[in-house]
């Protein structure tokens, strides 16, 4: 293929279905590193401080010249469509005509007047564009077997050397004519070429909050006369599912805190481990018991708990603390920053690994099955086993902070009290504080209405919290 059609003449198409693609090889590359070579050699003498250009060694009785290396482009390409990036190839350093052999199956739902393939330079400082080769999309929804080379042009709109190319193989499959989805979701509901297969007798169980207490929510009815939805109780779950688990208890997540209660307010009857032990004395009883107990938590990097420096750290994650509460235990907890990809820059990893987080939060055990089998549950989603995330549908923010948010109140808003038993009035005569302007009638039934320079704020009648979202 040498050229490409203009913009006029490139509709918009609607790419739904599957790319498969393979990034052969690019040709005749050019040197992106060419004056930060120059520059480099220029404040180092031209190289005076190295050994002599032809330095002569002895290998098996020949004397063999020693090359300089050269420095040149460390290339990978990016493809994009529609503004998002769907697939990249890993860096091929010091090469002008790279191979890199890369294979992708993309799931498309995209509209997109072509398809670009962004050849970038790999650099300390970021990526340095080289140029960008087109395939415009009506020609991949043909569905036909696409291999050819195609030139890549630069930011000037010509290529940045002589026969400059990449060399691509794709073939578009819609998802009309999939027949995997041909008549519709399959039967078996399974996942095409994921790692594991689709297997008979799974379940699943949807979570609203932390906790929901009988009779709050409404009822869902279900189509097909099946039973009404029933709603249940997140950590009383995962509480009740770590006490009978006999082999393994694994949790992954963000922020893992020991001191967390799970059982707050007991819906079912449960053992007086799970009604009275934190997080933390419940993983170390279990693993007592010979269940092995692993832990992976994300490192915060702004947290310091060594050589008498103590800092909670940017995100107050409890990651070292919880660490050293495990220490000496049977109980593995392993703190893992976030390691940033190998194709990034040196200063991009810097930042991914300060100010990125791992996101995962699962809790996975054994469970009984039928029979004397067992079988393993995972607990995953959007709830950390950390402060402040207990929570019930009616989103209490100052009630019970004595009783079931005792200890476990957190609001960047205000901070900590030291007088833990009288978390309300401290609270309310700081939440006066923070509002000075409000009305002190705001209970008056004389139907007065606040004057200039008052705000009527209704958030102190009947000591319901229920109207401002503090959060």
């Known amino acids: 293929m040498e050229s490409i059609n203009s913009a006029d003449d490139i509709s918009t198409v609607y790419l739904h279905g599957d790319l498969d693609l393979k990034i052969l090889e690019a040709r005749r590359l050019p040197n992106m590193d060419l004056a930060t070579e120059s520059l480099r050699r220029c404040f180092t003498g031209f190289d005076l401080c190295r050994k002599p250009l032809i330095a002569l060694r002895r290998r098996n009785g020949r004397r063999l010249r020693r090359r300089r290396r050269i420095i040149t482009s460390d290339p990978y390409v990016s493809v994009c469509l529609a503004g998002a990036t769907v697939a990249r190839t890993r860096v091929i350093f010091n090469s002008e005509n790279p191979v890199w052999n ?29 140029g960008v080769a087109s395939v415009p999309a009506e020609m991949i929804n043909s569905g036909e077997i696409i291999e050819d080379w195609f030139p890549i042009v630069g930011s000037r709109g010509k290529p940045p050397k002589t026969d400059c190319a990449l060399r691509l193989k794709m073939k578009f499959d819609p998802f009309n004519q999939n027949p995997n989805y041909r008549t519709g979701i399959p039967e078996n509901y399974g996942l095409i070429e994921s790692y594991f297969p689709a297997r008979q007798g799974g379940a699943v169980t949807l979570y609203q909050d932390a906790h929901s207490p009988a009779g709050i929510l409404p009822e869902i009815e279900l189509e097909e006369g099946k039973a009404a939805f029933r709603h249940e109780n997140c950590w009383e779950d995962i ?4 006490l009978e688990a006999h082999h393994l208890v694994y949790i992954v997540g963000w922020s893992i805190y020991h001191k967390v209660k799970l059982v707050r307010e007991p819906e079912k009857p449960l053992p007086a481990a799970g009604r009275d032990l934190n997080l933390g004395e419940l993983l170390k009883y279990k693993s007592q018991e010979g269940v092995r107990v692993l832990l992976l938590v994300w490192n915060d990097k702004t947290s310091h708990d060594k050589f008498f420096i103590n800092t909670a750290g940017l995100m107050q994650t409890h990651d070292k603390e919880t660490r050293k509460f495990f220490k000496h235990s049977a109980v593995t907890c392993l703190l893992s920053p976030r390691y940033a990809s190998s194709k990034l820059s040196l200063i991009k990893k810097q930042v991914v690994g300060s100010l990125y987080t791992h996101h995962q939060k699962c809790v996975i055990v054994d469970t009984q099955d ?25 989103h209490r923010l100052f009630r019970d902070l004595d009783t079931v948010f005792v200890d476990d109140f957190h609001n960047p808003t205000f901070p900590e009290p030291r007088d833990q038993g009288n978390h309300g009035m401290i609270y309310i005569a700081k939440l006066k504080g923070l509002l000075p302007t409000m009305s002190s009638q705001t209970s008056n039934n004389d139907g007065e209405k606040p004057g200039n320079g008052q705000h009527q704020v209704g958030i102190l009648k009947g000591g319901f919290f229920g109207t401002m979202m503090l959060y």
Do not use: M
Not at 239 to 242: L, N, P, T, V, Y
């Open 370 to 394: 039928k029979g004397n089998k067992r079988k393993i549950t995972s607990f995953i989603g959007g709830l950390d086993l950390c402060d402040g995330r207990y929570d019930t549908p009616e």
């Open 102 to 130: 890369n294979h992708f199956k993309i799931a498309l739902a995209h509209p997109a007047s072509e398809v670009e393939f962004q050849v970038k330079d790999n650099d300390v400082f970021g990526a340095g564009h080289i």
């Open 239 to 242: 509480c009740e599912a770590i």
